[in-house]
């Protein structure tokens, strides 16, 4: 059988980018694998920046070793394979847990305390327990569980990027539900992902 060098340098090329992406994304799963750590659950929001809308969260643990092609940050990723990735870690995850939390409970506490509140919930779900959060920002969540806060988690830790992918992805298909609902107002295409008081008013303005 003929083996095409070129093609055979291209493809060790991508094997050796996608495990250093992949390595990269483990550091702080294998950090704390090393301090004997073992059921590490990643922990991430979506919805505290747009205008309308709830707070999704989500968490998730994996088994050691755990490879998923193309997971990152969920903002990097298309519509099309956030969507992909989302059953992928549905299937894959050891466990994983999605809370929700609308407008009149953020309205109450405050974004920032609704966003925390929807981290415990979902880290709530979990089974088994987990022994350590990584929760992406510089917010801890109240819990007795240890913590460990990382500023754009989502881009270093394979548990977090996951747990963005799922928040994200049942956000848009809550928001997109609300569009279908309410079609004649301002679209929740828009406002389903990062859109701002200011964001709006300056879309608004040049439409």
Sequence with gaps: MYFNPASERWVACWIWIHY???MNLMEY?????????RNISGVDE????PLAGPVVAAAVIFSPNINIVDLDDSKKLSPKKREELFLEIKERATTY????IGHKII????ILQASRLAMKQAVDQLNPIPDLLLIDGNQKIESSIDQWAIVKGDSKSLSIAAASVLA???RDRIM???H???PQSVSYTHLRAHETRHDLVCRLLLE
């Design 20 to 22: 250093a992406l992949v």
């Design 29 to 37: 799963e294998a950090k704390a694998a090393r301090q004997g750590f």
């Design 46 to 49: 979506a919805g505290r920046g």
């Design 97 to 100: 847990g999605v809370a929700v």
């Design 107 to 110: 309205d109450e506490i405050n």
């Design 168 to 170: 994200k992805v049942t």
């Design 176 to 178: 997109d539900d609300y």
């Design 180 to 182: 279908k609902l309410y």
